[in-house]
C-alpha cells in the first residue's frame, strides 16, 4: 500500500524504451509529485542518461534489488521482465503499476483504466496491471455505451502502428520505408515481413485455434475491466505501416436500442473521449491528428442495419499515451490521491 508523502520515489523500469520515454514525459508534463526519479534499463542502456526536469539522470540497470526507497515503480520493459522483477519492487515496499501482460489476467490483479473501473484498485496486493493499448482506447469509448444499453457482442478490427511493437520496430518503419522509395531490397528485422506499405494481419503469436495473443487479450482484457464475461467479443488486429497511435472498427452489439445521437452525446459527456464526427466536412478521426495527444477519438458513429441493436464506430487513440504511460501514470495519480 502507498504510504501519503509530499512526493514520491519513482522507478520507471524500461527508461530507454518507447513507452518508458513516454512515461518520463507525462510524468514531468503532468506535475507527478516525484522526488528522486530512478530510470532502470538493461545492461546495454549502463552509462546512458535520460532527461528528466532540466536534468541529465543516469541509468541504472535493472536488478533484484535496484527498489530499496522505491514507493512507485512503473514497469514496460516486457512480461518476462516484469514477472520475475516486480515481485521484488513490492518486497521492496513499492507499488508496481506494470504495462506488461504477465499479470493482467491474474484474478487478484486489478486491470484498470481510470475512468472505466477504478474501484478495481481497491485492496489491491502491490501489483497494479495496465490494460493494452487497443484495448484500453475501445473500452474507454465504450463504457458509457454499455451502461446505457449493455453490449451482447463486438466485432474489433484494428489498424495498430509500429510503435505498439517498441523502439527497434519504429527504426524498421523508417529504415524500410527509405529502402523501397529508393528501390534497394527490404530485409525484415522486427516483423515476420516488409511492414512499409504493407498490411500485416499479425501482432503478438498465434495460438493454437488461429487466433493472436493479441486478439485474445482484446476479447478477455475487455470482459475484465467491464466487469461482463458475457460479452462476445471477435478480433482481427492489423499492424499498420503507422508510426503513432492504433485506429479500431468497432461493431457494436446492444441489447437494447441505441441510435446514433444517443451514442455521441453518452461519448461526449464520458472522461477522456472526444467525438469527431461530421463526415459531411470530412471530419472524423485520424492517427495523425492524435499522435501526442490524450484522448480517444471516436467517429465515424452510425447504425449497423444488418442487426436489431447495432453500431459502427471508428476509435483512434495514441497507443504510447492513452494506451500506455498515460494510463499508467493517472493510475499512479489515483493512488496518490487515495493515499493522501
Ligand atoms: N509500445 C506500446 O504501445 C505499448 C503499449 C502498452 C504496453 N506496452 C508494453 O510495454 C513494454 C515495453 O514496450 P516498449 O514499446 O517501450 O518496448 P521497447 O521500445 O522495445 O523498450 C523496451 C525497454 O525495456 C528494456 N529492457 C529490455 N530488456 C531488458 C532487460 N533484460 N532488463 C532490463 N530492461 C530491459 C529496454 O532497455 P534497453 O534500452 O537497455 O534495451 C527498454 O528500455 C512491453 O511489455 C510492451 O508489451 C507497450
Known sequence: MLKPKARYNVAVVGATG???????EVLEERDFPVDRFLPLASERSEGKTVPFRDREVPVERLTEDAFTGIDIALFSAGAERSRHFAPHAVVAGAVVIDNSSAFRMEPKVPLVVPEVNPHALDGHKGIIANPNCSTIQMVL???P??????IRRLVVSTYQSVSGTGQE?????????????????VKPR??????AFNC????????????TKEEWKLVRETQKILEDPGIRVTATTVRVPVFRCHSESVNVEFERAMEPNEARALMSAMPGVVVLD??????YPLAIDAAGTDAVYVGRVRADHTVEHGLNLWIVSDNLRKGAALNTVQIAERLIAEAG
Open 278 to 283: 461530421d463526415p459531411g466536412r470530412n471530419l
Open 141 to 143: 469509448a465504450l463504457k
Open 190 to 195: 522486427v516483423y515476420p515481413h516488409q511492414i
Open 169 to 185: 520496430a519504429i527504426e524498421e518503419l523508417f529504415e524500410q520505408s527509405g529502402e523501397v522509395l529508393n528501390l534497394r531490397q
Open 18 to 24: 518507447a513507452v518508458g520515454q513516454e512515461m518520463r
Open 145 to 150: 455505451l454499455h451502461d446505457a444499453a449493455r
Open 200 to 211: 500485416l494481419p499479425h501482432i503478438d503469436d498465434f495460438d493454437e485455434d488461429a487466433y
